[in-house]
């Protein structure tokens, strides 16, 4: 990579696609498979790490009766630096965890792994970028974005008596970065203590008392998980072409 060009630190990609999408109620079709303007949506993730030239190699977990036909799509769209393909776990942390094994065979402890879902699409170089610097010196690294919202706490979903301070508020976003030793560490402990099914890896090390560095992340990207979110992104893609042919009739005049 471009980052660290004596080779001491490598940086190392865990996609995690091991889920159905029982919210996008696609039928039968994982939502990370459904297509968007021509390609599959873990496609179009995975093509913005294996275009950064700051990543060395990826490494994805997925559903285990998909690894063929994933390995399939890659061949497909040309897709580089994947190196392996293992079989996600019970839940995401089960997923992440598998990856993660899988890198550590070929991996330095000072090594910078980013971890993500394959169901954000719209990250930018300038994001994964970001992150990889915030990891680098903090070992941690997790973008957010400012809450917009105000938000309430409620337990039993129908009554709150709390409301949440909105200026300390902020929505977490993938990929987190982290040192290997890090994040292998946090795995480590949680097997220790039974600890199962953390919502993230940052939410993994708060619950172990650890401390996060946080970043500026990206409102576009967003993680597509139910139909709106399917529909923003359709959107996005057909504005994107519209704005072309725009451009095409403003220079020719046709």
């Known amino acids: 990579n ?3 060009p004596n080779g001491e630190t490598m940086v190392h990609v ?3 696609a091991g889920g159905v999408g029982a919210r996008m109620k696609s039928l039968d079709i994982p939502k990370q498979f459904i297509n968007v303007d021509g390609k599959p949506i873990i496609i179009r993730t995975l093509e913005n790490f294996a275009s950064h030239p700051d990543v060395d190699d990826i490494v994805i977990s997925c559903l285990a009766d998909k690894i063929e036909y994933m390995w399939e799509l890659i061949a497909q ?3 580089a ?3 392996s393909i293992v079989p996600g776990g019970e839940n995401g942390h089960g997923s992440i965890h598998n990856g993660l094994v899988e890198v550590q065979r070929f991996s330095s402890p000072e090594d910078i792994v980013l971890i993500c879902d394959g169901v954000r699409p719209l990250i ?3 994001l994964i970028s970001d992150c990889i610097d915030t990891a680098a010196k903090y070992e941690t690294a997790v973008p957010v974005t400012p809450s917009i919202d105000s938000v309430l706490q409620s337990e039993d979903g129908e009554t709150c008596c709390k409301s949440l301070p909105r200026k300390q508020m902020y929505i977490t976003q993938a990929p987190q970065g982290y040192t290997m030793r890090k994040i292998m560490h946090a795995h480590d402990e949680a097997e220790r203590l039974g600890i199962t099914n953390p919502i993230s890896s940052s939410e993994l090390l708060i619950e172990l008392g650890e401390t996060v560095h946080i970043f500026k992340g990206e409102r576009d990207n967003i993680k597509v ?4 979110d399917l529909q923003f992104l ?3 893609y057909y504005y994107k072409s519209f704005k072309n042919f725009a ?3 403003l220079k020719y005049g046709l």
């Not at 998980?225 to 709106?228: A, G, N």
Request: positive net charge; aromatic residues 12%; charged residues 35%.
């Open 2 to 4: 471009q980052r660290f």
């Open 14 to 16: 865990v996609i995690f």
């Open 77 to 79: 769209y040309k897709v």
């Open 81 to 83: 630096k994947v190196t």
């Open 124 to 126: 930018s170089h300038q």
């Open 225 to 228: 998980t139910t139909p709106e």
């Open 234 to 236: 359709r959107s996005r």
């Open 247 to 249: 451009k095409e009739e």
